[in-house]
């Protein structure tokens, strides 16, 4: 069992930043390797970040390169993406997500879900 609670989405500006977490219980948090995977309205699911168990590697979709960043907080059980110069093609439902395989899935298959948060930017 994992479950996993999000906060901080909402809806912003072009250029604004957003800071979304996922508080992640009923596994040990360190040894799942998180993802954020986000589905903007009619389109398919899309990955957008991933950090392994260690926190040591994380990966990029490039589509977000360079603005956003997955970090993770096992001390707090918590993962965050940090959302720097939104754009309105950011739009979209955004989920924690989380893998206790071992493996750090580098799309959208991961193993656990949250309930998703909405994100709007408008131009």
């Known amino acids: 069992q994992v479950r996993l609670v999000e906060s901080g989405g909402g809806s912003v500006q072009a250029g604004e930043s957003v800071r979304l977490s996922c508080v992640v219980s009923?596994?040990?948090?360190?040894?799942?390797?998180m993802g954020w995977i986000r589905q903007a309205p009619g389109k398919e699911r899309e990955w957008v970040a991933a950090?392994?168990?260690?926190?040591?590697?994380?990966y990029y979709a490039d589509s977000v390169k360079g603005r956003f960043t997955i970090s993770r907080d096992n001390a707090r059980d918590t993962v965050y993406l940090q959302m720097n110069s939104l754009r309105p093609e950011d739009t979209a439902i955004y989920y924690c997500?989380?893998?206790?395989?071992?493996?750090?899935?580098?799309?959208?298959?991961?193993?656990?879900w949250g309930q998703g948060t909405q994100v709007t930017v408008s131009s």
């Open positions: 997500a989380a893998e206790a395989s071992g493996g750090m899935p580098i799309g959208p298959e991961y193993e656990f």
């Open positions: 009923g596994r040990t948090f360190s040894r799942l390797a």
């Open positions: 950090i392994g168990w260690s926190g040591e590697k994380a």
